[in-house]
């Protein structure tokens, strides 16, 4: 890809040209013209040339694919940075692999600071289980460790660390040698962060925007709130990513409203919404995801964070005070909870008003088809995660273990969800799954479930569009005259239409189909390799070397 040598500039006018441009406006564009950090017009080659003495700077995509850039529905910045700077135990292949290397990053950081790590996910080992207290002590040497589970509902602590928290053993979830759950686990969340320093959770941000950015990723939702992080946590990423180049980042704040007053407060923080991670339950890994039947492997049916009466008044004071509410629920009881919650408020404020305000619920994996219809009726988005699936469905997956194959076989519907009309919007809930967006599409399209699969198109307009329509915006996330100009340049192979009546076996490369070819995400298939990344007009990456 080549270019002038133009200087940089906000206001600059840019010409993209021979290469392919991804674009309901003109289904054949091979050109672009960015003014003003919006989309200005896209065509063809030939009207391109008209354009080319008009304009600050020429880009030759040299047959490169241009896309809006992705929006990542769902992600914890600081906790991805972290992950990303310190201890990775998603490569543990067994346990005694996970302490080998807690004791090797141990060994090769100074003693003063905490020990952050991430992603074990025991169901993965021959041993079944997470280290003991006795043994993450030994591996740490003394020091204070904080290593919660892959999906960060759980975490295995050492006890150097719960010496930093008085009354701990006390709390609900705590468990003396095995994995902390809900109040126990929140207790120490907040004493692992709070114990890194300003520039350690600043350079964290730093990493996890420069890595979005490297993914074609313009755009993420951040999930924070006081059971997951702190205000100041909160607010200093929102000021980081304002003052420098990179994506942009939308928060959301996870503590209920009762009143104007609680609205007032999470607007002061910069927040775009009362939602994200305000628990209704956990999750199926940590076996806190709410159900109306108990666990296939465990005697119970999870944890209940919130019931229809809290949610009906969440939603309900968001909804007068204009504020986007949202929750995260995974099992069918606290979807369930969440349905007659929202029924509830919609008949106290109007149907119409909640349906207007576009509530949001995250992660919605264990969907009947009466909450699927409850979504529709009432406006809610689905924010998902088809990278769970991947992850975990499956007849031999951690799903399965968990719920059995059958309940596990209906778990993230997304075909039945767009069926009956309901708003998607994708996400990695990163660290606990990576930051991937054309992964992310590919889990989509090639679900463990065929009956769920979406195809590629419906994958990719749900990881772009609709992140900007979960947050109540209709102008962005499309390649289209007006719409704001954050968009990512991918060298990928020949751009593909898949059949309509066959959504994952058939493609066309037929052009008569008036359709914007995308990438073949076939399992298998490279994946594209993003170039170059744009926000409002503005570069925020370069892949080195092009």
């Known amino acids: 890809m080549t270019e002038s040598t133009a200087p940089q500039s906000e206001h600059r006018t840019v010409l993209l040209r021979g290469g392919d441009v991804h674009s309901p406006a003109d289904p054949f564009a091979t050109a672009m013209v960015v003014e003003r950090g919006h989309v200005a017009w896209v065509g063809s080659e030939g009207a391109a040339d008209a354009f080319a003495s008009g304009v600050d700077e020429v880009i030759d995509l040299e047959g490169a694919l241009v896309t809006p850039a992705f929006t990542d529905a769902h992600v914890h910045t600081t906790s991805t940075g972290l992950a990303l700077t310190g201890l990775d135990l998603s490569g543990a292949r067994t346990l005694g692999d996970a302490l080998a290397l807690v004791r090797a990053h141990v060994a090769a950081h100074p003693a003063g600071r905490i020990v952050l790590g991430h992603g074990w996910d025991a169901t993965r080992w021959p041993e079944r289980r ?184 969440h939603v309900a004071a968001c909804t007068e005070a204009g504020l986007q509410a949202g929750f995260h629920a995974i099992g069918d009881a606290a979807l369930s909870a969440v349905v007659d919650g929202v029924r509830a408020a919609a008949e106290k404020v109007g149907v119409g008003r909640v349906r207007a305000a576009r509530h949001r619920v995250e992660h919605a994996e264990m969907l009947t088809p009466e909450t699927i219809a409850a979504f529709a009726e009432l406006g809610l988005t689905a924010s998902v995660q088809p990278a769970f699936d991947a992850a975990w469905g499956g007849e031999e997956g951690m799903y399965a273990e968990r719920l059995g194959a059958g309940r596990a076989a209906g778990l993230n519907p997304y075909a039945a969800l767009l069926r009956a009309g309901v708003p998607l919007a994708f996400g990695s809930d990163s660290p606990v799954t990576p930051l991937d967006p054309w992964g992310t599409v590919r889990a989509a399209a090639f679900h463990r479930t065929l009956d769920h699969r979406v195809s590629v198109r419906a994958g990719f307009t ?13 102008d962005a996330g499309t390649l289209v005259p007006g719409a704001p100009a954050d968009y990512a340049v991918w060298r990928t192979d020949e751009l593909l239409v898949q059949a309509p009546d066959d959504r994952v076996a058939r493609w066309s490369t037929d052009p008569r189909s008036g359709t914007p070819g995308l990438p073949d995400l076939s399992p298998g298939a490279d994946l594209p390799v993003c170039l170059r990344t744009v926000v409002l007009g503005q570069t925020v990456y370069v892949r080195p070397n092009e």
């Open 130 to 313: 997470p280290p003991s207290r006795a043994e993450l002590d030994e591996a740490a040497a003394g020091r204070p460790v904080y290593l919660p589970r892959i999906d960060v509902h759980s975490a295995v602590v050492t006890t150097a660390l719960l010496d930093l928290v008085p009354g701990v053993t006390a709390m609900a979830g705590y468990h003396p040698e095995g994995a902390l759950t809900g109040a126990a686990h929140h207790a120490v969340r907040a004493a692992a962060h709070d114990a890194v320093s300003p520039a350690q959770r600043a350079d964290a941000q730093r990493a996890a925007l420069r890595h979005a950015a490297s993914l074609g990723i313009g755009t993420v939702h951040e999930c924070g709130g006081p059971d997951i992080s702190d205000e100041e946590d909160f607010t200093g990423l929102l000021k980081l990513a304002a003052e420098q180049p990179g994506p942009r980042v939308f928060g959301y704040w996870a503590q209920q409203v009762a009143d104007e007053k609680d609205a007032r407060r999470v607007r002061e923080l910069g927040a775009v919404g009362a939602a994200g991670d305000l628990f209704v339950d956990g999750s199926l890994g940590s076996h806190t995801a709410c159900l109306h039947e108990p666990y296939a492997d465990a005697p119970h049916t999870g944890t209940a964070h919130l019931d229809a009466g809290q949610i009906a008044a």
């Open 462 to 474: 749900a990881h772009t569009r609709g992140g900007w329509r979960a947050m109540g915006r209709d």
